[in-house]
């Protein structure tokens, strides 16, 4: 399974550019069927710290990290095996229905008359 990361939103603090809050979204993919997960973070931080990154240099992929830091590596990948089995469960289906539509005979395709 493949999983993407991309940032939805970000609330700020309008004087400082301070983030306080990230809405994101894990994207999941396998083998051709897709589902996504989105969700927020809240953050704490100082304007004051040497560290701050004012909001107009923050990147996608720096937001990414504090929101992967921020949910822990246990909670990523306990909402990535829910992700995971519910993919599976869609292509079991697929590749094993329950039951199919259709005739024997004829144009698949032809209209009703």
Do not use: C, H
Request: charged share 25%; proline share 4%; hydrophobic share 35%.
């Amino acid at each position: 399974m493949t999983t993407t990361w991309k940032i939805a939103q970000l609330k700020r603090v309008p004087d400082t550019g301070l983030v306080t809050q990230v809405t994101y979204i894990m994207n999941f993919e396998l083998e051709g069927e897709t589902d996504r997960k989105v969700g927020s973070v809240t953050l704490t931080g100082d304007a004051n710290d040497p560290n701050f990154i004012p909001y107009e240099n923050l990147t996608e992929e720096g937001v990414v990290a504090w929101v992967q830091a921020e949910l822990g590596a246990s909670e990523i990948g306990t909402i990535e095996t829910e992700f995971q089995t519910r993919l599976q469960e869609r292509l079991d289906k697929k590749n094993n229905p329950e039951s199919l539509t259709g005739l024997p005979w004829g144009d698949k395709f032809a209209k009703f008359q």
